[in-house]
Structure formats: C-alpha cells, structure tokens
C-alpha cells in the first residue's frame, strides 16, 4: 500500500520561524505538503477544505492565539484527531499544562536553532514512517 503524502499545516506569525521548519521538513522527508496560516482564524478557515497529518502550532498569535486554536480544535469531532506539536517561546507553567490537558502532541520551546528543527522533525518523521499518524 502506498504511502499518502504528509500535509503539514504550520501556524506562525514569525517569518524567520517559518524559513527554518520548512527547510528543516525538506532536508528529511521529500514527499509532504506544507500550508501556512499566521493565526488560528486562518488555520481553522484552512482546516474547512483540507485534511493534515499533523499540526505545527505558535501559541502567541494575533486574533486566535494558540489555545483558543486548540480549544476549538479538540471540541471539534472532524478535527480533533489531528495531532498538534506546540512551537513557543512561552514557559509559563499554566500555558504547557493548559496544552497538554488539551491532548497536545509535544511542547517545544523556541527560540531553536536550525539543527534542533531538525532533530525534531527527524522524531517527527520516524513517527510518520512507523504509521502513527492517521493517514489520509
């Protein structure tokens, strides 16, 4: 059985941010698909006409910031099985446990450097390679 493509959906406002993750998932995996939205308005706008894989989330956004995002997207019973990867540079405490209570994927701090997007789009793919994410 053949192997659909990987479709990533990214949501981050900072364009440095962006540049980073989409050359990082290019060096590791060739077959994937990859849309953007600066804000959780956008994403759940982009979420209403295509399936993803896996979502790459900022919590510190304008308009819907990432929880109010992933609040509305775990209460969503189409979407609610999208796993989610938190990218932020927020350590509060309460922000980490709010995510994980809404059954987040992982919680990584920014600011990365570009060898450590790697390393974490590595795990990422291995995850992928060993069918853990729901295909489309």
């Known amino acids: 059985m053949?192997?659909?493509?990987l479709n990533i959906l990214l949501i981050e406002d900072d364009r440095?941010?962006?540049?980073?993750?989409?050359?990082?998932?290019?060096?590791e995996?060739?077959?994937?698909?990859?849309s953007l939205a600066k804000n959780g308005s956008e994403a759940l706008n982009i979420l209403q006409s295509e399936q993803y894989n896996i979502i790459l989330l900022d919590?510190?956004?304008?308009?819907?910031?990432?929880?109010?995002?992933?609040?509305?997207?775990?209460?969503n019973e189409d979407l609610k099985h999208i796993p989610v990867i938190v990218l932020t540079t927020s350590d509060n405490e309460k922000d980490i446990y709010e995510?994980?209570?809404?059954?987040?994927a992982g919680?990584?701090?920014?600011?990365l450097k570009y060898e450590d997007?790697?390393?974490?789009?590595k795990t990422i793919m291995k995850y992928w390679s060993l069918n853990e994410f729901i295909p489309l």
């Open 99 to 104: 995510c994980y209570k809404l059954g987040i």
């Open 59 to 75: 919590l510190n956004m304008p308009d819907t910031n990432g929880l109010e995002f992933l609040t509305i997207l775990k209460n």
């Open 29 to 34: 995996f060739k077959d994937f698909k990859f």
């Open 117 to 121: 997007y790697e390393l974490k789009i």
């Open 16 to 27: 440095i941010e962006v540049i980073k993750l989409q050359r990082a998932i290019a060096l």
């Open 107 to 111: 919680y990584l701090l920014k600011p």
């Open 2 to 5: 053949e192997r659909k493509k």
